[in-house]
């Protein structure tokens, strides 16, 4: 039953979403779409109130000449989003109504979701017997983690809020971002709505409200799950845009934007507790300094001082050489699988790349590629304890803090002394701008003490960075669950250049295939388990070749082969040499030489530490099997669906691999599905994706330049 199919007299509840909008009107249009689209349980009756703040594009008679059964409210520009919030809620609470829908315009609902927040009030009301606010939680459509929902207290700073992390039971909050928010009428006539000191201010209003069913002992939940999608605002705040003059900046900071006076000091004064006055004050105190310091333009600067002229120039305090500031890569180790995303690097005009580049330590799970980097290069070398695996210093960090480079990105370890230094430059002189790229376990692994010390100092490194790049959303949604600014987490979904190695693939015929089984001394026919990867004793292959010894007794005449080099080389091999069907040879580097390989492989086999073999796998439609709870795998993993595109055996030991790796002996219509999912996983992975619209996205955003992006909602 559509929202608007129920007749008033079949209905027994009436919910009345309230929007504000001003000036997008694509984008008001898709959420009223969305909102309309809705199948509501039976008994249900939708309506709609919609505040147009002053668009001068054409919104209201869109709205209208659209939804004729929305009623549509007008401001004249200085309402902004509580003020029209206000107006609009108080219209819709003179019929009424069961519940209050509060939506924000640029809100895509997905299907069901109303439904879903009803279903959450209902249960919550069953079970405690009060009426509780419900928030429902929005992922970014860009990166897939969260955007907006429920919000805690920071336990000692009461105007620090953290996020709720959306999961499938309702969560608590002290407050909300008010997205999507379903408020009971009962509740709204409590509270008495938005106070009228919030007209002309874009924000607050909605966490006073939250702070305030908390203070009169109503419940603020967020729903299970996410409910809909909604954009993430990574503008620049107005105060901090070096764009803007300083008088610009220091006005934008009382605007509605930023701190309006009697709006501010009135809410710390109800939710600041005794010493709120040192808290309204606070604002201003940091951040005044801060936009008079900045280095922006002067009302006599022209276009070529905002958009960059050739020659020597500004824009902040990035330096710009020809127009593109100076950026190093330091991710110490340029390994081969790197090099496609190098060139995806060298082909962007807007940055100045640098590779700081150096052989790895003895013992180091990876190897510098011996190929030639299609940037510039500037040699380092790394320190490292005798005999450890683990980089302690990276190479090159006073050539980064020398001044001549504008931007750091490197890999956030936090055993490495060298990223430390270059974490408290950059915290004390503000340069060089430090992103920091890895998997961000801000819990740590395990447990215990050195654990939650390990989480904890990832915790306080990725704060204190300009932007972090997160390989998964998990972990990413990780980081903002954990304080992280949610606009400065851009996940990168680490992978390879798919495309390539499709390419490769393509030209690899039978005669290849068959070429490759005798060079390699595989059986003409029969089922073959690959490995390839970096042998050390973490990845477990011990595991692999004992599970294949075990098929074999069994009567399968499978074979494991096993590609590669590394510490753990001599113990693979004598028990390759000692089992039957294991066969072990030299890490090949060429896509032309592996290509057969994977091609040939029923599934790649990698019992622990699986990295980026997942990916390059999926590209050759591969599944792949690897064991569930192994403490060493990287964060591509969560590529790794059981049952969709590969599959987990229950535990790090020969008898359980063997037999999930029985089941794709005995199950073809099994393996012939987790092929096709592989594909599918690999068709979102791409080297290009990753380089072009997360690592430039980043840097234009660090260089504060202008991006086209919708005009923010009122």
Not at 65 to 71: C, I, L
Not at 279 to 299: D, E, H, K, N, Q
Not at 330 to 344: C, Q, S
């Amino acid at each position: 039953m559509s929202g608007t199919a129920l007749s008033g007299e079949a209905a027994t509840r009436r919910i009345i979403a309230v929007l504000a909008c001003h000036g997008r009107v694509a984008t008001t249009l898709a959420g009223l779409t969305a909102l309309f689209d809705q199948t509501l349980p039976p008994g249900v009756m939708l309506e709609a109130v919609v505040v147009d703040d002053g668009s001068d594009d054409g919104t209201a008679d869109a709205v209208a000449t659209r939804f004729p059964q929305v009623r549509l409210l007008h401001g004249d520009g200085s309402l902004w989003w509580a003020g029209a919030m206000a107006r609009g809620l108080v219209e819709a609470a003179h019929s009424r109504p069961d519940f209050l829908l509060w939506l924000n315009d640029d809100v895509c609902l997905d299907e069901g979701a109303l439904a879903a927040l009803l279903a959450c009030h209902d249960g919550w009301c069953d079970e405690t017997g009060q009426a509780p606010i419900v928030v429902g939680a929005t992922r970014d459509p860009d990166t897939g983690f969260g955007s907006y929902g429920g919000q805690r207290r920071h336990p000692r700073r009461p105007f620090r809020f953290l996020p709720v992390a959306p999961a499938a039971a309702p969560q608590p909050c002290d407050t909300f971002q008010g997205n999507v928010v379903l408020v009971p009428g009962s509740v709204y006539e409590r509270l008495g709505g938005i106070p009228a000191i919030f007209s002309g201010v874009q924000g607050m209003a909605d966490t006073d409200f939250g702070l305030r069913a908390g203070q009169a002992g109503i419940a603020v939940v967020q729903a299970p799950g996410l409910v809909g999608a909604c954009t993430l605002n990574r503008a620049v705040a107005a105060w901090r845009d070096e764009r803007l003059t300083r008088r610009a900046r220091v006005a934008a900071l009382f605007g509605p934007r930023g701190f309006p006076p009697r709006a501010w000091f009135a809410f710390a004064r109800r939710h600041g507790g005794p010493v709120w006055p040192l808290w309204a004050v606070s604002p201003y105190l940091f951040r005044i300094p801060a936009a008079l310091m900045a280095r922006g333009c002067t009302p006599s600067c022209d276009d070529r001082c905002r958009n960059g002229a050739a020659g020597e120039n500004t824009v902040g305090d990035i330096t710009v050489a020809k127009g593109r500031p100076r950026v190093a890569l330091m991710d110490g180790i340029m390994t081969h699988y790197r090099l496609p995303f190098l060139r995806e690097l060298a082909r962007m005009d807007d940055f100045a790349f640098t590779v700081f580049n150096g052989p790895a330590p003895p013992n180091h799970t990876a190897v510098m590629t011996d190929e030639p980097l299609p940037l510039p290069v500037l040699p380092v070398r790394h320190r490292s304890i005798p005999g450890g695996t683990r980089i302690l210093w990276t190479g090159g960090v006073m050539e980064a803090m020398s001044g001549r480079y504008d931007a750091v990105i490197t890999v956030g370890h936090v055993h490495d002394l060298g990223v430390w230094v270059l974490w408290l430059a950059r915290r004390l002189t503000g340069r060089p701008r430090l992103i920091l790229s890895g998997h961000f376990r801000l819990k740590g692994e395990g447990s215990g003490p050195v654990a939650g010390l390990r989480g904890w100092l990832r915790t306080v490194m990725a704060r204190g960075a300009d932007a972090l790049l997160v390989y998964t959303p998990r972990f990413g949604a990780q980081c903002v669950a954990h304080g992280i600014p949610a606009d400065r987490v851009f996940v990168t979904h680490n992978t390879i250049d798919v495309a390539a190695v499709r390419d490769t693939s393509a030209e690899i015929g039978p005669d290849d295939l068959m070429a490759a089984r005798a060079r390699h001394g595989l059986p003409e026919a029969g089922p073959v388990f690959l490995f390839v990867g970096r042998l050390y004793a973490g990845k477990r292959v011990d595991v692999a070749i004992a599970a294949i010894s075990a098929l074999r007794r069994r009567g399968h005449a499978c074979t494991l082969l096993v590609v590669g080099d590394g510490p753990d080389q001599p113990r693979i091999k004598t028990l390759a040499d000692e089992a039957e069907g294991v066969i072990l040879i030299p890490a090949l580097f060429k896509e032309s030489e592996l290509a057969p390989l994977f091609r040939i492989a029923t599934a790649v086999v990698c019992p622990d530490s699986v990295g980026l073999l997942i990916a390059h796998a999926f590209a050759y439609g591969v599944p792949i099997v690897a064991c569930r709870g192994a403490p060493g795998h990287g964060v591509e993993i969560d590529y790794l669906e059981h049952g969709g595109n590969g599959l987990f055996a229950d535990d790090v030991e020969a008898e359980s691999l063997a037999a999930t790796l029985e089941r794709l002996l005995s199950e073809p219509e099994l393996a012939d599905h987790l092929a096709a999912g592989a594909r599918q996983t690999a068709d979102g992975l791409g080297v290009g994706t990753m380089a072009d619209a997360n690592f430039a996205a980043l840097y234009r955003a660090l260089a504060n330049r202008p991006r086209k992006t919708n005009p923010p909602s009122t």
